[in-house]
């Protein structure tokens, strides 16, 4: 939870970051001739179908790659077949992911100024870079049990969720750049995307206390057990009270009984 809070933090950052620079990017935006925006159709559909095109890759597969496997770590011990069905499951929403990604970036490539002088293309290149550098770190995947296997879990967790957040990020920046660019209103689709981002965060935390949820159902569950257990226990030894007085009443008379026949025997 200590690294969350940190990529939490490293985010909201970002944000301040963004929000200062809102002046600077308007002023870029004015560079690139919002008019001749406006009048070329083929051009802001264009950049529609590069923006449906990152979130679907960044905004939604790839997160949501991160909660299956998530999901397939929580049942790895309890269910191996599930778990590997959802690694599978994790490696193709990522595979299509980076397929999106490159069809977003030859469009961008070819359609596009590509000047980098603004936030979204700055963000969006090294994204690229890191994108691509992912898929090499999953494709070299050390067998487990191995030493270098931790490392490697490590870089690719680390690796991965950063991506996540700075394309989530990134994302809001593109937002905001076609609403300069174009003139038109993003609220709608700011809201949409923030709705489903926050559900996707509130699913990924329920996941981290899933185990712990789990364990304390079966921790009163042997409580349970333990006191019922001690229950009959006790029930057990006040029904066998009166039969062990009564055996050793009925041994007593018995005896006594085989005594006097003995005496008068004699």
Not at 71 to 99: A, G
Not at 222 to 228: G, P
Not at 254 to 262: F, S
Request: net charge positive.
């Amino acid at each position: 939870m200590s690294i969350f809070n940190i990529f939490c933090g490293v985010a909201l950052l970002s944000l301040v970051h963004f929000s200062e620079s809102s002046s600077t990017e308007q002023h870029e935006a004015r560079s690139y001739g919002n008019s001749s925006i406006n009048g070329n159709s083929q051009k802001v559909f264009d950049i529609v179908v590069h923006g449906i095109l990152l979130w679907a890759s960044m905004g939604f597969l790839m997160p949501l790659g991160i909660l299956i496997m998530r999901m397939s770590s929580c049942t790895k011990d309890c269910h191996p077949s599930k778990h590997k069905i959802l690694f599978y499951v994790h490696v193709v929403l990522q595979v299509l992911s980076v397929l999106l990604v490159t069809v977003g970036a030859v469009l961008s490539i070819r359609k596009f100024e590509n000047l980098f002088n603004n936030t979204h293309q700055r963000i969006g290149l090294a994204l690229y870079g890191a994108i691509y550098l992912q898929v090499l770190i999953g494709f070299r995947r050390p067998k487990r049990g191995t030493r270098s296997r931790s490392t490697w879990y490590f870089l690719h967790w680390i690796l991965g969720t950063t991506i996540s957040l700075v394309g989530i990020l990134n994302i809001y920046t593109g937002l905001n750049a076609y609403h300069q660019r174009t003139s038109r209103n993003t609220r709608l689709w700011t809201i949409i995307f923030t709705a489903q981002v926050s559900f996707m965060a509130i699913f990924y935390l329920f996941q981290e206390k899933w185990d712990y949820m789990q364990n304390q159902g079966m921790i009163i569950s042997v409580n349970d057990l333990e006191n019922s257990t001690a229950q009959l226990d006790n029930q057990k030894d006040v029904l066998n009270e009166p039969y062990r007085k009564s055996n050793a009443l009925g041994t007593y008379f018995l005896r006594t009984n085989a005594l006097n026949k003995l005496l008068q025997i004699t």
